[in-house]
């Protein structure tokens, strides 16, 4: 395959057509040609040997390199005049990181050709007139020189359209030339070949890029102002919702209300029964421990005390399961199975709405305090932000009322007295 820089001359001037070496007959050699060169218009002699490759030489003796580009050129103005429609390139523009297509790869229809026409000091390769009085087209054929800066800036200053055709990634044969392949890459081909050099109104699709870009904004920016205030609305009536369920005339009330509803409460009804617990008046007195932060329940500590000791202390000592008590286990799961025991809008509220203490510290606390009975020990370090206990021995008993107070801990076989440092059996607890 032959390329734009080979030495060889293929292409002659004749009649106002250019002509391929390949299209000329035996009877033409030499001078009989008639061709002239296409670039300098020195007479050629057609080369139609044996032996060489068919080409042209110029009489004088002299070499050209213009020839090929030249002849491109002209068969490629002799291709416009031929047809009568074009195929433009994608014409896109971009801003910053948009971009928007303003012309989508397609046919135009012309009228006709104009070669020779001039604007100012600017010639194109060949002006196509449109129908409809639209702007006609200007379309540049590059070979090996293309358009730079100032031709563009000229194109922009007259404000027509213009395509520019790259003929360098054609990958043309120059020995054995195919007129069709050219012809396709002039009129049928797009984006792979053409891209646009001048397309008018350009900056004023990048000026509306502009303004849509800046109404965005400032409906992003009204957005963001209401949902600031909404945010802002919605955290003031959660801080006066919770001041108001932590004033002291509420907490007061709270309080009476708890204890009042205590013994009618239906899920310590089934405590009780779970538990042995014959009598309200003889809660154990590890099911009764003050707590910081009560009031993060809506019912009396008694009630959320005795669920979380029958599911992770009783059960667990009476069936022999796995003994590990993870304290955010215990919340995750008093949630999901008693989250109605809880006053929720404190529970749940954010940390700049509330900053007291949480439902992890209320268990951690009750357990530390199950610790100090004997019921459980601390067996590691923190797991998930929360303390883990294990269960121990000894096993749940009903404490009859006179032993009723911290000074007697549950231990194995019955309950230790602190002051004196003896066992009092169950057997002891039944005589009396």
């Not at 102002?225 to 108001?244: F, G, M, N, Q």
Request: negative net charge; proline residues 5%; charged residues 35%.
């Amino acid at each position: 395959m032959s390329t734009v820089g080979d030495a060889k001359v293929p292409w002659g001037f004749r009649d106002a057509k250019v002509v391929h070496v390949s299209e000329l007959q035996p009877s033409e050699r030499g001078l009989a040609c008639g061709c002239v060169c296409p670039h300098c218009k020195d007479r050629l002699q057609a080369r139609l040997g044996n032996v060489r490759v068919h080409h042209f030489s110029h009489n004088s003796g002299g070499s050209c390199d213009g020839n090929r580009e030249s002849a491109l050129h002209a068969l490629a103005k002799e291709v416009l005049v031929e047809n009568s429609r074009f195929m433009l390139p994608t014409a896109e523009v971009f801003w910053e990181l948009e971009s928007r297509v303003i012309v989508e790869e397609q046919y135009v229809p012309y009228l006709s050709v104009e070669v020779e026409k001039s604007y100012d000091d600017f010639r194109p390769d060949a002006v196509l007139l449109r129908p409809g009085g639209r702007d006609p087209l200007l379309v540049e054929v590059a070979v090996t020189h293309f358009a730079d800066e100032y031709k563009i800036e000229r194109l922009k200053n007259l404000g027509l359209p213009c395509v520019e055709v790259d003929l360098s990634k054609a990958g043309l044969d120059f020995q054995e030339f195919d007129r069709e392949e050219l012809r396709r890459i002039l009129i049928d081909e797009g984006d792979a070949y053409k891209f646009w050099l001048c397309i008018p109104g350009e900056d004023d699709y990048i000026e509306q890029m502009k303004e849509e870009a800046r109404r965005r904004a400032e409906e992003e920016a009204e957005k963001a102002r209401k949902r600031a205030e909404e945010l802002d609305a919605t955290l003031r009536s959660r801080r006066d919702k919770v001041d108001r369920l932590l004033s002291p005339e509420y907490q007061r009330k709270a309080r009476l209300k708890r204890k009042e509803t205590f013994a009618q409460h239906g899920e310590w009804r089934s405590l009780r029964r779970k538990l042995g617990i014959t009598d309200d008046s003889n809660v154990p007195y590890y099911l009764n421990h003050p707590c910081d932060a009560e009031y993060l329940f809506t019912c009396n500590r008694v009630v959320w005390q005795a669920f979380v000791f029958l599911s992770w202390v009783y059960r667990k000592q009476l069936e022999g399961r796995n003994p590990d008590i993870p304290v955010w286990y215990v919340v995750d799961n008093f949630i999901k199975q008693h989250g109605d025991l809880l006053e929720r809008d404190l529970v749940y509220a954010r940390k700049d709405v509330y900053r007291g203490p949480r439902l992890p510290d209320v268990f951690s606390e009750y357990f530390t305090f199950l610790e100090k009975c004997g019921f459980v020990r601390q067996s590691r370090g923190n797991e998930r932000g929360g303390k883990v206990f294990m269960c121990t021995r000894p096993e749940f008993v009903v404490i009859p009322p006179k032993y009723n107070s911290p000074r007697y801990l549950p231990r194995a076989g019955g309950l230790l007295d602190t002051e004196t440092g003896e066992i009092i059996t169950q057997a002891d607890m039944d005589e009396e």
